[in-house]
């Protein structure tokens, strides 16, 4: 008689758990847009979440600390004239925040130190260039102030951020509407799974198909795909029967997948996100209930099931906090923060382990908030790889001085905005007569002191 033998790993009993109720966020009206995005973007300072707003789109930026019940009165970023459809933290500064919306605009927020004390509506910089909604949004991982946008027009456009400017438009490729849209570990490749039933990987800065596969997925409804270790792919779709599928691609062989599993008969979009670490990805069904999570290994059937985290609650949307975030103390290997019709609750991913020593076999060295090239290099055809950084005594926030420093050079450099140009032109008159003020009483002063000197 032969014996099942169970495949060894050390996420096998990873397990899923809500916080308490008191560490939840109460009272906030999350939007109703049936829009397959995550609604949720969250950072080691902030969480935002895209609400219902009357007369326009917002959404709500709360300090992580700022839990419980959220009045109604909380400041909201509520800039654009229609709903705001997909929210993104930059990765390389935990205070500026791109939005994007019905208004067919991408907005880009500097979230004060602290929060918001009232309502933020004027952005630092606004990105025109699509002509219908932009329904998905995503900044470079290594490069600083390069952001990606896919509108409904079937264009993804790339900016320089710091410029306020368009610098590759890829708008012949896609003939319908585009499901997702994402960047490898360096940014040196573009994903995109699109209506047309195509998933085709891109050269961001020459616009150029790479590779295309048809028909990843048999069915009708939204494919997500996103890159995973080595380079592989992993798609989210829908058979003919409208069986929800996963699957995982070679790039270099995109005729058959290496794995294809069907996992149950849901019509929600699966939602995947994938850890470099520790080669977990986590499958977040909009409207579903649980959170199911894979090992993703170089073995086969190379995407493993490991276990899944139900509840009661659907969600409506869902924000995964970066690795540097994480409470390592805790064998924290994922936080997610998922939301329900009137609150966001946090779900913690944890490793059992006796220890409360680090633990180094689940915290590889991580990808940090520095920039490893900037924006004007990258375009010009430099690549860089993702700087590490060790979670061995906790991530520590970057300083203000940084963040000044970054939010001065897109302000000074946005040229989108007349009433950013008239507002600083203002404040420069105002500094100068302080200064002609303080000149006149340090004259003042001195005559003074040699006038007591003489006596």
């Not at 707003?53 to 009165?73: E, H, N, Q, Y």
């Not at 659907?314 to 998922?338: D, H, T």
């Not at 010009?380 to 700087?387: L, R, S, T």
Request: net charge negative; proline share 5%.
């Amino acid at each position: 008689m032969s014996r099942k033998v169970v495949r060894t790993s050390k996420f096998r009993h990873v397990f899923g758990q809500a916080v308490k109720a008191d560490q939840c966020y109460d009272d906030i009206r999350i939007s109703q847009m049936t829009w397959d995005s995550n609604f949720c973007s969250v950072n080691p300072k902030f969480v935002a979440m895209i609400v219902d707003a009357s007369g326009g789109g917002a959404f709500i930026v709360l300090p992580l600390s700022k839990t419980g019940r959220i009045d109604m009165s909380q400041p909201t970023v509520c800039g654009h004239t229609g709903p705001v459809l997909d929210i993104e933290f930059c990765p390389h500064n935990d205070n500026i925040i791109a939005s994007g919306s019905e208004d067919c605009s991408v907005m880009i927020w500097e979230i004060p130190e602290g929060g918001l004390i009232s309502p933020l509506k004027d952005p630092v910089v606004k990105l025109e260039g699509h002509s219908k909604r932009v329904g998905i949004l995503s900044w470079h991982p290594t490069a600083h102030n390069v952001l990606m946008s896919a509108g409904c027009d079937n264009v993804v456009i790339l900016w320089n951020v710091v410029r306020g400017e368009a610098m590759v438009r890829i708008d012949s490729v896609h003939t319908d509407l585009i499901y997702s849209a994402c960047w490898n570990r360096n940014g040196s490749q573009i994903l995109t799974a699109c209506k047309d039933k195509k998933l085709r990987v891109f050269d961001p800065r020459k616009g150029s198909v790479i590779n295309e596969k048809d028909k990843p997925h048999e069915g009708s409804r939204p494919i997500k795909a996103v890159f995973v270790s080595d380079g592989k792919i992993l798609t989210t779709g829908f058979s003919r029967m409208s069986e929800r599928q996963v699957a995982l691609w070679d790039p270099n062989n995109l005729d058959e997948p290496l794995t294809l599993q069907e996992l149950d008969t849901s019509s929600g979009v699966l939602l995947p996100f994938f850890d470099p670490d520790t080669g977990v990805v986590y499958l977040c069904g909009k409207g579903d209930s649980s959170i199911r999570y894979f090992e993703v290994t170089d073995e086969a059937p190379y995407v493993h099931y490991l276990s899944m985290y139900s509840s009661k609650e659907s969600q409506k949307g869902m924000g995964y906090m970066p690795k540097r975030g994480l409470e390592v103390n805790k064998c924290e290997i994922a936080r997610f923060y998922k939301l329900h019709e009137r609150k966001c609750e946090p779900v913690v991913m944890t490793v059992p382990r006796k220890s409360d020593l680090f633990q180094e076999d689940l915290y590889p060295d991580t990808i940090g908030p520095e920039p490893s090239v900037v924006a004007d290099d990258w375009f010009a055809g430099k690549d860089g790889e993702p700087i590490l950084i060790s979670l061995k005594d906790g991530f520590v926030a970057t300083t203000k001085n940084k963040e000044f420093k970054v939010i001065k050079s897109l302000m000074a450099t946005s040229s989108s905005s007349s009433n950013n140009r008239q507002s600083d032109s203002g404040d420069v008159q105002a500094l100068q007569n302080e200064v002609k003020e303080l000149r006149e009483m340090v004259e003042q002063l001195t005559k003074r002191v040699s006038e007591l000197e003489s006596n």
